[in-house]
């Protein structure tokens, strides 16, 4: 039933391919995927810091209502990231300190919660990653309806059972399952580029020239009058 369903996840991407993007800045992933993907703003690191990497089992809530989450919890396999769109409401908090004690325990790699959390001290002095959009002391209902493992969207981002979640300070991101190596290859290059960048300047020989040329093709003389 649509609202109202548990499903098997199919595939997922590889432990390879989790510990390749592991720490890798998401920012250069973004740029590597064209700047056109984003959780949102509003999803930041609630916890003390450290990078997220790991398969998504994605999990789709009634605003205000935590019972998939706490199902797929008992799910999640070890490395999963439990990725859950609540409409972004931020009037009941669905995770505290004792669902963080569970995925811990679990071996869950991390949690995105597009909604509010609580107990935010203690979540905030530990390193279990866990990003969310907001804080409210108002506990959840447990009613559901839910689904576990279909398709959601957070701010536009589409999040298949399976694709790889990355996070860090900046941000979150979720690279599909069929283009990790590419975005993974792409986001190599770029590192290695920016190296290079970072030598210019330290050198003083970076070169700057793009800014007068672009500048000369939107018509702007750069010449200061």
């Not at 098997?8 to 998401?26: F, H, I, T, Y």
């Not at 994605?58 to 990231?81: E, F, S, W, Y």
């Not at 409409?87 to 963080?100: I, K, Q, R, S, Y």
């Not at 811990?104 to 279990?128: H, S």
């Amino acid at each position: 039933m649509i609202g109202l369903q548990i499903l098997e996840r199919k595939r997922q991407v590889s432990e390879r391919q989790v510990q390749a993007m592991r720490g890798l800045p998401v920012a250069n992933i973004s740029d590597c995927m064209s700047r056109m993907t984003a959780a949102g703003p509003r999803l930041r690191p609630m916890h003390k810091g450290g990078p997220l990497a790991g398969p998504a089992l994605t999990v789709k809530c009634r605003p205000g209502d935590n019972l998939m989450i706490h199902k797929a919890l008992t799910m999640a396999q070890p490395g999963d990231v439990i990725v859950v769109d609540a409409g972004g409401d931020l009037t009941n908090a669905l995770f505290g300190e004792l669902m963080v004690a569970t995925a811990i325990a679990r071996g869950v790699a991390g949690v995105v919660l597009n909604g509010a959390v609580r107990d935010c001290a203690e979540i905030a002095a530990g390193d279990f990653p866990l990003y969310a959009a907001g804080v409210t002391h108002r506990g959840p209902y447990k009613d559901g309806p839910g689904e576990i493992n279909t398709p959601i969207a957070i701010d536009g981002m589409v999040i298949h059972a399976g694709d790889l979640i990355v996070g860090d300070a900046d941000g979150l991101l979720c690279v599909p399952f069929d283009e990790v190596e590419q975005v993974l290859a792409a986001t190599r290059q770029k590192m290695e580029a920016e190296k290079k960048t970072l030598r210019d300047i330290a050198a003083g020989t970076l070169d700057t020239s793009w800014i007068d040329a672009t500048l000369t093709r939107l018509g702007c003389d750069p010449r200061p009058r």
